[in-house]
């Protein structure tokens, strides 16, 4: 393998050749995900659940596209299922030509082969993950290098857990709504102070909200969730979402979830890393492959070069009214 040490190559020969090694046992599988820098060739399948998986055929999200920029591209993870990338092509382009979204920052992904990564998720392994930023692409463009650095920004008030109008508009709103009619997205997860927001501005038409789940942080950015596609019959899904909008279900976010721990508590016990061993077993073919020609499966080629659409005023708030955060460490 180019990519990988000797270390690690040693125990990835081990694990496909189905030998029980103590390096194998060991050895993080972030370590190895992250070290590959092209998808594994052949059909695209998603392999395993959410957070234990892998993905053979990933394709590329272009870094920039007519209505796009992919964020932090050091991270190398801007590869998914190729409906993946499809349905996020389809957002940025029905956001733009309806007026509701200039263009978006879209966040991690997955890596070239999926897996867990070596910091900021659990889930985003098998291809079928992505995060959107709560913030609209800005014109002219980020350079690749102020891509690594341009600071997240919350839309809450600071110290709530509560909408902070001057950051918020409808069109925040209509944005999610667009994401969540996508017919393969399965869920989208926002804090559940926008889930609050979304449900008391949702107007009559609900279906889409039920697809909204709260979930812990997501105040910078929200997470779209695509349900396992066809040709990949070793996905595992989610169970459904069931009936309803959900909106009479955040009392014990607030109540509960969000609250500061009581005085004494034990924090709870960090899982061991994920290894090899407890992942798949198709996901040791899929590590194992050589590279698809050196290069990976692109969707639709580089659209980089395109011109952004005018940036509009009414989608930010005066420079004035919300200061800027400071960039955080890479998740």
Known sequence: MKTASRLLAAILAAAVFGSATAALAETPAKLLFSAERSP???????IGFYSNGCLAGGAELPPDGPHWQAMRLSRNRNYGHPDTVAVIERIAGEAARTGVWPGLLVGDVSQPRGGPMASGHASHQVGLDFDVWLQPMPSPRLSAEQRETYPFRSVLREGTFTVDDRVWNPRYRDLIKIAASQGEVERIFVHPGIKRKLCETAGRDRGWLAKVRPFYGHHEHFHVRL?????????????????GDGCNEL???????????KPGAKPAKPKPPLTLAGMPKACRSVLGAADAGGSAVAAGGSSSGMQAP???SAFAPPASAVPVPTPRPFR
């Not at 396992?228 to 009936?243: D, H, L, M």
Request: glycine letters at 10%; aromatic letters at 10%; proline letters at 16%.
């Open 310 to 312: 005018s940036y509009a």
């Open 227 to 243: 349900s396992c596609r066809p040709g990949s019959s070793g996905c595992k899904p989610q169970p459904a979402i069931g009936a």
């Open 251 to 261: 009392d014990w976010w607030f109540n509960v979830a969000l609250q500061p721990p």
């Open 40 to 46: 594994a060739p052949g059909a695209a399948r998603s």
